[in-house]
C-alpha cells in the first residue's frame, strides 16, 4: 500500500516552454502532498505543500506564477513549471503524506528529471 | 539557525559489518525523526520512525536511536549488505513540514 506515481519520469525541453508533471496516490487518498526539488548531491528542498481543494502554500523563494500547483482530487496534484529555463532543470519529485497517522510519514513518487535546453 | 548534518563524506564499509550514520541538528526540538532511503535518480523510501520519547526502535537489521539532549540520531545497518548500498537521509519535523538532512552515502563493499 502507499505507492506514489510520478509521470513522466523524465523530460527534456526547450527554453521558454511548459512543462506538467503529475503526482498521483495510487490506493490511498492523499489530502496533503508535498513538492519537492532536489539538486545533485544536495538535499531535498520543499517547495510548496498542496492540500486538495485549496490553494497550494509555496515556500520562501518558489515563484508561484513560475511553478504552478493544482490538487484537484484527493488522488492527483500537478506542478506545472512555466517558461522553463536552464536553471529550472532539476529533479522534482512529489509525496504525500500517509493517511490515517498522526505522524508526517511521506511516500514518495519516484521523481521527474527535468532537462531544459 | 536551524540545521541539520549528516556526514558529508561517503562511508565505506566491508560486508557484514555494522554501518552507522549520524545525523546532528542544532536549534529544534522534532516529535520525530525519520530516516529515509534514496537510490540514485529515484524518490526517497522511508525506513523508520523514531519519536522524542523513544531511545530505540527496530526493524530487521535496522537500528536507530535518538538522543534529545545530544540533538543526534543515530542509523546502524547490521550485517550490511552491497545492496544496502545507498543515500540515507534524515528528516525531522517542524511545524509539521520535513525538514530535511543533504544525505549520506553509504556503499557496502564486498
Known amino acids: 500500500g502507499a505507492v506514489v506515481s510520478q509521470h513522466p519520469s523524465r523530460v527534456i525541453c526547450k527554453s521558454g516552454t511548459s512543462v506538467k508533471i503529475e503526482c498521483r496516490s495510487l490506493?490511498?487518498?492523499?489530502?496533503?502532498m508535498f513538492w519537492y526539488r532536489q539538486f545533485p548531491k544536495q538535499s531535498l528542498m520543499l517547495m510548496a505543500t498542496?492540500?486538495?481543494?485549496?490553494?497550494?502554500?509555496?515556500e520562501q523563494g518558489v515563484e508561484k506564477d513560475k511553478f504552478l500547483i493544482n490538487h484537484a482530487s484527493l488522488t492527483l496534484s500537478t506542478l506545472t513549471v512555466t517558461s522553463a529555463h536552464p536553471e529550472d532543470s532539476s529533479f522534482y519529485i512529489c509525496?504525500?503524506?500517509?493517511?490515517?497517522?498522526?505522524?508526517?510519514?511521506?511516500?514518495f513518487g519516484p521523481g521527474t528529471r527535468l532537462t531544459v535546453l | 539557525s536551524q540545521k541539520i548534518e549528516q556526514n558529508s563524506e561517503a562511508l565505506n564499509i566491508q560486508e557484514g559489518k555494522t554501518a552507522t550514520l549520524t545525523c546532528n541538528y542544532t536549534?529544534?526540538?522534532?516529535?520525530?525523526l525519520q530516516w529515509y532511503r534514496q537510490d540514485p535518480g529515484r524518490g526517497p523510501v522511508f525506513l523508520l520512525l523514531?519519536?522524542?520519547n523513544e531511545k530505540e526502535k527496530r526493524k530487521e537489521r535496522l537500528k536507530v536511536t535518538f538522543d534529545t539532549t545530544l540533538k543526534q540520531s543515530l542509523f546502524h545497518i547490521t550485517a550490511s549488505q552491497p545492496a544496502d548500498s545507498a543515500t540515507y537521509l534524515c528528516?525531522?519535523?517542524?511545524?509539521?513540514?520535513?525538514?530535511w538532512g543533504a544525505g549520506t552515502k553509504l556503499i557496502i563493499k564486498p
Open positions: 498542496s492540500n486538495e481543494g485549496s490553494k497550494a502554500t509555496y
Open positions: 523514531i519519536r522524542e
Open positions: 536549534n529544534y526540538s522534532p516529535a520525530y
Open positions: 509525496s504525500a503524506r500517509a493517511p490515517r497517522t498522526f505522524y508526517n510519514e511521506q511516500f
Open positions: 490506493d490511498f487518498q492523499a489530502t496533503t
Open positions: 528528516a525531522l519535523d517542524s511545524n509539521y513540514q520535513l525538514i
